[in-house]
């Protein structure tokens, strides 16, 4: 046996799995290229023609018989289907085998490399992706054409971890838990399609590996960790033990969390938070719903935009947001304004060279620029508010100027509306987010005007501490426990408080647990965030006295630095909480949280 080789990618989809490595290497196929003669071009055609109708015929066999659990994911399968008959993939290659003179499988190739190129040049991160699934649906042509098509996962002789380059969408859903026990990729991120899959296939994955496939052989035994997102290949027996000792230590944690993730957030002491779900897709609401969120806090609008080159039109916003609004009534939507510019950006909207774009025309600055870009949102916003209890939410109020102008426009769209005989909600509630300094300092005035705060602590933290979010060189400045953050939320949870609103934190700082006790000791009305951290953040709230809460920020805010800080808050989490699961003490954590890693 080798020596234990310890790797570490991102954890997709946390769990614990040990195993034989099976390693489906597909993608490395060479492929056949070839020049045809005149009279082969008839056949050749036919044959490609062939492997796309069968495609197609597996693609549909396989939504027919998509498990229940699954079938928010048939979209993705239905315009991989969509795109088999894409010209640029269909015509294109029809067009090469012809022109060209070469084999069905290398004019495929050369339809990819010229859509590749393509994607390349567009700059939004979404349509991006899709070059993605351009591959995943070209793969399966190929391995049509070269026979090489089946991957029975069911018909494997033993569970194995699979280890592969990458996995479609249409490879995942035919994994079966019984016969995979995780899988590690050398491709991938959190967000891909695959990691979401896992994660509602609740099958442990590490993806974004790199070289893994290059590094696995078949059959040699692997530890994936998607806790941690690590992988150890050809472990020692002590890290088996260890590893096995985790996974039932992780079992049961996750049946007591979920078990107990319906229940309220309500401290031991009666202190109650409401906990909500930040939600950026459609196909996250059965999560929302799954993890006992109650109510979406923050839905980040961009995903419409993202979506499509065209601007949304108002009924495609419309019923979008009216089905959100309808499958989590009776629990309330927060709608947030469109929020680009700064680092999101989408092919829709041009915002011009801007040398500094986090400081320039974004979020509520852009849709007060362009009336037209803002009417279409507040318009549908406003007729979804009839279908379950909707509210809006502004995001990067730097003043109180912006709100009044802000409220005037929806004034002015209620009366369109009225005018148009359109029903909507005529007491939406509007609120902000507070993510600018300048809007924490003038909280008091901002409270009289609007019905709630939200903190939005990744810009907050960005602007207060002068550090660009996405940029990794000061990642490790990015500090939540900053007093001058913490001083921040204070005052502005005062302001609110003392105008009778209520105020909720929706950035990542929420959805950590080892900060609950500092937010409910601030006194935060709400936590929203990803719908994964849900049961985590109930049950650490179930598990506290708002009473120490108070009294460890009251310590807390007289100290100086985020170092002394972080021990005080550390000292009071040993003392809690001494070997829990989601904190970083040690036990399973990097010690650095997730913040480390930002
Ligand atoms: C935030 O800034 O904290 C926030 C929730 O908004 P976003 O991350 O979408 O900018
Ligand atoms: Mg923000």
Redo the contacts with the bound molecule.
Sequence with gaps: MGEAKVIKGIGASPGIAIGPAFLLDRNQQKVMKYHLSEHEIEAEKIRFREAVDRAEEDLRQLIAELPEELHEHTGILESHLLMLRDSMVFDRTLRFIESERINAEWALNRSLDEIKLLFSRVKDQYLRERAEDVKYVVKRIHDILSGNHITNFNNLDEPVVLVARDLSPADTVQINQENILAFVTDMGSRTSHTAILARSLGIPAVVGLEDITARVLSSSKIIVDGISGLVILDPTPEQVRQYQAKKEDYHKYRLDIVYNSHLPAESMDGFRVKVKANMELIEELPSVIANGAEGVG?L?TEFLYLRQKKLPSEEELFSAYKEVAERLAPYPVTIRTL?IGGDKFVSSVSLGEELNPVLGLRAVRLCLSEPELFKTQIRAILRASVYGEVNVLI?LVSGVLEILQVKEFIETTKAELREEGVEFDPNIKVGI?I?VPSAVMVADLLAKEVDFFSI?????IQYTLAIDRVNEAVAHLYEPLHPGVLRMVKKTVEAAHASGIEVAM???MAGEPMYVPILLGLGLDELSMNPIDIPRIKRMIRSIKHQDCIELVASLLDESTAVEIRETLMAFLYRHFPDDYDLPLGRYGDGQGRWGQQ
């Design positions: 923050l980040r929020d995001p987010m993510e939005g602590t990744n810009d907050l929706c950035g990542e």
